[in-house]
């Protein structure tokens, strides 16, 4: 008890300077006073700045990195627009020449045939078509050559004598009437009623002029297609002649040449006359065209061509099919405006038809 006590005792004293502390502290009118430098100091604004810093300089690393982008896409696209062009540029020459390389065997083809009929007199060159004139002398007769290279539709037609069917009118009218530039008599002809008539079939723009007449005897029909091909032969139905798509023709006596080969001459043909003027249409196997008009005939009937002749020249100069046209006065050849043969007449004849060429 007296133990206990005195324990009491000692805490109580070694408490009492803390207690009379508290005490002063509690009411005494101290106020304590922190300086400045106890706090860090607080700027808004460069907290602010600090704030937008992060987002700028990622902006900035985020364009610097997009322009290194663009600067690469760029140069990408220089290089493939570059390699485009140059590209381009070799398959153009390619293309070039390999449009020489197919073109040359058709060269070749066309020298051959252009020197068998020797050097050409007169050439006429233009988009439409390329036609050369030459001159040709045989032991019985003169004649003229004109091939021709027809590059558009325009390029040949075959005009009705003075436009109209029954009419007729000489070669070189007709030449003067359309502008033609060229022109060769055409198709056979019978008169009637003061008029002209073509002979037999006979198709102008398309379109059959007096109907269709079958093939009989030795006639034959030969005209241009759509694709300025020479067709010819003959026709025994309309059908099989529309399935040729012809765009003008006309009818005579009698076929030539066939694939090259010489044809059966029927024997009326053969001595009535023997010689004469003559005029042939011909094609070559790449569609080039080939006309033959020949000057002849004396009273003593020793000037001319036979049809043998022309057959011969014809495969001679390498044509394919031949046909021969209306001869006699009605040969004529008219080359820039002016008549080229010596029309067995003494002048030329009226025709109902006539084919002719453009420039």
């Known amino acids: 008890m007296n133990s206990v006590r005195y324990l009491n005792r000692t805490l109580l004293l070694a408490c009492t300077p803390f207690l009379g502390m508290l005490l002063w502290l509690l009411f005494a009118n101290i106020s304590v006073v922190m300086g400045e430098d106890a706090f860090p100091k607080y700027d808004a604004a460069a907290i602010e700045d600090a704030a937008a810093v992060k987002p700028a300089a990622k902006a900035t690393e985020g364009l610097s990195s997009a322009q290194k982008t663009a600067a690469q896409t760029s140069k990408s696209i220089k290089k493939q627009i570059k390699l485009y062009n140059q590209t381009n540029a070799e398959m153009k020459q390619i293309v070039t020449k390999a449009k020489a390389q197919a073109q040359r065997p058709f060269e070749i083809y066309d020298r051959i045939i252009t020197s068998k009929l020797g050097s050409p007199s007169g050439t ?46 000489t070669t070189l009218a007709a030449v003067k009437r359309t502008g033609a530039f060229a022109g060769v008599n055409a198709g056979g002809f019978a008169d009637g009623g003061g008029k002209r008539y073509p002979l037999s079939t006979t198709i102008v723009g398309g379109k059959y002029v007096g109907g269709f007449e079958p093939t009989y005897n030795d006639l034959f029909f030969v005209g241009l297609n759509e694709s300025n091909k020479l067709v010819g032969g003959k026709f025994t139905s309309r059908q099989q002649l529309d399935s040729k798509n012809v765009k003008f023709g006309a009818s005579f006596v009698p076929v030539l040449v066939k694939n090259g080969a010489a044809a059966a001459i029927p024997s009326k043909w053969q001595t009535s006359p023997a010689r004469a003027p003559r005029t042939v249409i011909a094609n070559y196997k790449d569609d080039q065209l080939l006309v033959l ?57 009226k025709l109902p038809t006539n084919f002719l060429f453009f420039k």
């Open 293 to 349: 008009v020949v000057d002849g005939r004396n009273e003593g009937g020793s000037s001319g061509a036979t049809l043998a002749e022309m057959q011969l020249l014809l495969r001679r100069y390498g044509a394919v099919d031949g046909y021969n046209l209306d001869g006699g006065g009605s040969s004529s050849l008219v080359w820039n405006g002016r008549v080229i043969n010596k029309p067995s007449d003494g002048q030329l004849r």
């Open 124 to 169: 006429v060159n233009t988009d439409n078509l390329r036609a050369q004139l030459f001159y040709i002398k045989a032991d019985h007769f003169n004649a003229y050559a004109l091939k021709l290279k027809l590059k558009s539709s325009d390029a040949m037609q075959m005009a009705l004598g003075n436009g109209k069917y029954g009419g007729a009118e």
